[in-house]
């Protein structure tokens, strides 16, 4: 059922995207780049089937994108997404509040990533999350129960989110939607606002995260 709802998506058609994101460049406008999407989230697709916390349906980055850009700006569609960690920052201007980011790509503009963005106090929680600790050795009949906690978190920032979480496979729950960002790089190339203002930028994809709870680590057996 979810892949079906999702397939459909692909299908959207110009007139009904129009509505709700410009073209990006006269050679290749939204629709076309949308449609186009799917082939860099194999690796995902085909781990889903295999994982207990997908079981009841995962979605991927770029399924992500094209169910955002089909709700519109201002909508957001609920799902349980699944993503590697491939990069990540910090709002620095305010513009974005004190939001953390974690994205599915190294470059965080190009249209087909989900970008996670985590309040403060829920990446801090995430961070020093309980982890399983494996034991090296096994003796008939006896049955250890070991467990780790990592470090606390003194200097919140970039640098030890990416650290511990960069190249991680995760799960989150929660709502996907656009998110307007105004700058001058991006891709697909920055288009005109739709809410009728003069700055010029694109759209994010985004789920944010305001519970450490949401968040669950894939690990690979």
Known sequence: MLRAAISSLVALSASGLSAQVSEADSAAPIEQRLASLG??????????????ECQTGCITPEEATLMAFSAGEGAGQAGRFLLDIRGGGQ??????????FVNSRQDY?????????????ALRALLQRAKVCGSADVTEGQID???????GVSDLNMFTMIQRLGGRRIVVEGEVRLQWIDSHIGSPRPVANK??????????????VADADRVIFVYDE
Do not use: M, N
């Not at 082939?39 to 207990?52: F, I, M, N």
């Not at 709002?91 to 953390?100: A, K, P």
């Not at 190009?110 to 106090?121: D, H, N, Q, R, S």
């Open 39 to 52: 082939e860099s989230d194999a690796a995902l697709k085909a781990a889903r089937a295999g994982l207990p």
């Open 91 to 100: 709002s620095i201007h305010g513009e974005l509040g004190e939001l953390f």
């Open 109 to 121: 503009a190009t249209l087909g990533t989900l970008t996670i963005a985590f309040e403060p106090a």
């Open 145 to 151: 129960v070991k467990g780790c906690r990592s470090s």
């Open 195 to 208: 809410r009728g203002e003069r700055e010029t930028g694109y759209y994010q994809v985004w789920v944010q």
